[in-house]
């Protein structure tokens, strides 16, 4: 169990990359449009062309993961995330600015498909939920280290918007050797290459006491599906197509990466200045990590569903009065919504999403069914991030914030009527229960 965990925490460090990544940009954009003399079109790209590559590596990361498999599509992203990192700090002008930040958003969508897919692969169904938390965990551990790399870098000269987007080349680099350690998912072993007798080496060491029992039971979901060989949009898959595509679509217009890709800008909207609305991004993040921990504790508790209905009501509460704040023109208490926000927001949709979609598909087509649900996330993420500040501009913060809270309203109702229970049930039990439903 504990090489599990290590193995896990290993791939969890692509999560970290992945959130580091996404919010480091949020203390870069404004001095990269003053720069460059971008219009309002050219920034909300800058912003969003991460997001456009992430979607595409969420659509497209599911081939490498079936056909080369986890763990080299993972070196693979590490690569990304390095490439990308060095490009972007050294861009000379904002067209390779792009490129680069489009690399590392393939990096991020990919690695949204394949590091949830694998941790789910290798652990015991009573700690998954758990042990998938830990990728959502580092993501947001990444989120908190940039906002707080993105402060200490704000006050160093011209050159501090490079700074804070090259040093994500240490932990690339890390990730990238830290990779060569651990094995292949052994579900993927047999489902893909039939390599028993290797995949029985790894259930070995994952369950020493029931490997057997999981060889077998991986062998009959395998001979099950090939002989329904069925793909992705079969009608028995309709319904985990459902919760994946319905999942990732509350989880974005939440409004979450419109908060965190443009904290500082909100907070100045509000009227806090430069340095204080760094600082209160920072919080955020601090806020974001610690209740993913808290989250990751309670998750193979109280299960998946409990979680996401506590955090719905929690959400529409916070947004409803960050609404309000901006309808009144009385800011004092923006803050302080926006961090309860982020509390509920981390302790059920953030902590849940990678697992509940890890979860709810065959062996057969889970690459594919978590590349479906990754990039819905991301095709909605890199809408939202390319609309917030023309919506923000146009409609005003009180409408925007409005719209994020009516969309959670139809989110409770989703997981209050239709959202089935997962945890402690084995991802074979699981293909069963789902795809009859």
Request: proline share 3%.
């Amino acid at each position: 169990m504990k090489k599990v965990f290590l193995w896990s925490i290993v791939i969890a460090l692509g999560g970290f990359l992945f959130g580091f990544d996404t919010a480091v940009i949020s203390g870069a954009e404004r001095a990269i449009q003053v720069l460059w003399n971008l219009n309002v079109f050219e920034h909300g790209l800058t912003v969003s062309i991460a997001l456009i590559g992430t979607v595409l590596g969420a659509l497209l990361g599911g081939i490498p993961s079936d056909r080369l498999g986890r763990r080299k599509t993972l070196i693979g992203v590490a690569a990304l995330y390095l490439i990308s990192s060095l490009g972007a700090a050294l861009s000379p002008t904002w067209i390779p600015f792009l490129f680069f930040r489009f690399l590392g958003g393939l990096g991020v969508g990919a690695s949204s498909v394949t590091a949830p897919l694998y941790i789910s692969e290798i652990s015991p169904a009573k700690s998954r939920g758990r042990m998938v938390a830990l990728f959502q965990t580092n993501v947001v551990f990444g989120i908190l280290i940039a906002y707080l790399s993105n402060y200490a870098f704000e006050g160093i000269g011209e050159h501090a918007w490079r700074w804070m987007l090259g040093v994500q080349a240490v932990p690339s680099l890390l990730f990238l050797l830290l990779l060569l350690g651990v094995p292949e998912s052994p579900r993927w072993l047999i489902s893909k290459l039939g390599k028993v007798n290797e995949a029985r080496q790894i259930l070995q060491i994952i369950n020493p006491d029931g490997y057997e029992q999981d060889v077998q039971a991986i062998l009959i979901g395998q001979s099950v599906q090939e002989h329904q060989s069925e793909g992705l949009w079969a009608k028995t898959n309709r319904f985990p197509v459902m919760l994946a595509l319905v999942f990732a679509f509350f989880n974005q217009v939440s409004g979450i990466n419109a908060i965190i890709y443009y904290a500082p800008r909100i907070f100045e909207m509000a009227g806090f200045e430069k340095g204080s609305s760094l600082l209160s991004t920072t919080g955020i993040g601090l806020v974001n990590f610690c209740f993913t921990l808290l989250a990751m504790n309670f998750i193979d508790r109280f299960g998946r569903r409990t979680l996401m209905l506590i955090g719905s009501f929690g959400v529409i509460g916070t947004l409803i009065l960050v609404a309000r704040a901006f309808y009144t023109q009385q800011f004092d208490g923006v803050p302080y919504y926006l961090f309860i926000y982020i509390a509920f927001f981390a302790f059920s949709q953030g902590a849940v999403i990678w697992v509940f979609i890890s979860e709810i598909f065959p062996n057969s087509i889970r690459a594919k069914g978590q590349a479906l649900g990754s990039f819905t996330h991301w095709f909605m993420a890199a809408l939202i991030a390319f609309t917030f500040p023309y919506l923000s501009e146009k409609l005003g913060g009180g409408h925007t914030f409005s719209f994020f809270a009516i969309m959670m309203v139809l989110q409770l109702l989703f997981v209050w009527r239709i959202m089935p229970e997962t945890k402690g049930t084995s991802l074979e039990q699981m293909d069963r229960t789902l795809v009859i439903h």
